[in-house]
């Protein structure tokens, strides 16, 4: 604890309360903790650190309040801010072969209200007003990256461009890439130079061979039943929740304690 005032340089202060202390000459308090610098949020490293050994374990906010006695708001502002480091800490480029699938979350259509349900026709599949998420698994990081799309404007589907954009963005040229046999991915040689096979999920072909799509379809079953449990949520929140789930089930290799040092890692470089 330092015993010098920041301001003047006085060797001699008073203790005062919640760590802060007085200079003996200038009079001017001064506080003993060292903030990390976040914009709209006041909390040491400690504070920090057992924020997320909590939340690296524990998922509701109403438990990390309970254990570290911090404010609602404190640890919303906190949790939130550690969701929007994990969504920007994104794996590197991916090399070698990579699988890519497509998938769509949002509310069943039995909680929608009446005048939606009547005036939107039941769809399933690509045809939903769910929102669209693309999903691309490396085989051999064993990692995966994952965006959340804007819906389109007449409700349904995704755009391929924005599609193709994101494949050659996070995928190197001459690449082996797996798909389905969904017609957005059939020219994707002629938008991204790469070794492109597909299976046939409509004909009952789920693999031949190493080529099959099961990884990244695996992932999208711990997804969902992760954002079914933690219910529901605006749209614009969806990619954090996603940037969450998705970070943890890379970094799942390494420990708690690598995990942690990470996230305060990023929180000083941010």
Known sequence: MPKQCPHCGFQRVWKLRRSKLKCKKCRREFSTDRY???SGIRATEKQWRHCIRIFLKER??????????????QVSKMVQYLRMIMLQDAPEIFTGTTE????????QRKNKKLHIRRLTP?????????????????????QVYVQVLERNNRGHGT???VVFKIIRKRTVEGSMIYTDSFRLYRHLNTYHVCNHYMV???????????????????FWGILKRKLGCI???????????????????????????????????LLKEG
């Open 122 to 142: 039941p769809k399933s599949g690509h045809g939903t007003d769910k929102l669209p998420i693309i999903g691309l698994f490396n085989r051999d990081l064993k």
């Open 36 to 38: 990390l610098d976040i």
């Open 100 to 107: 890519i699938d497509e998938t769509y979350v949002g509310g």
């Open 231 to 265: 219910g529901g949520m605006r749209r614009e929140s969806l990619k954090y929740f996603v940037a969450e789930i998705t970070w943890k089930f890379n970094h799942k290799s390494i420990t708690y304690q690598e995990q942690e040092d990470r996230l305060i890692k």
């Open 60 to 73: 509701t906010i109403r438990r990390i309040i309970q254990e570290t006695g911090f404010s609602h708001c």
């Open 200 to 218: 046939n999920h409509d004909g009952g072909e789920y693999s031949r061979g190493n080529i099959h799509t099961n990884n990244i379809e695996g």
């Open 159 to 161: 755009k391929i461009f």
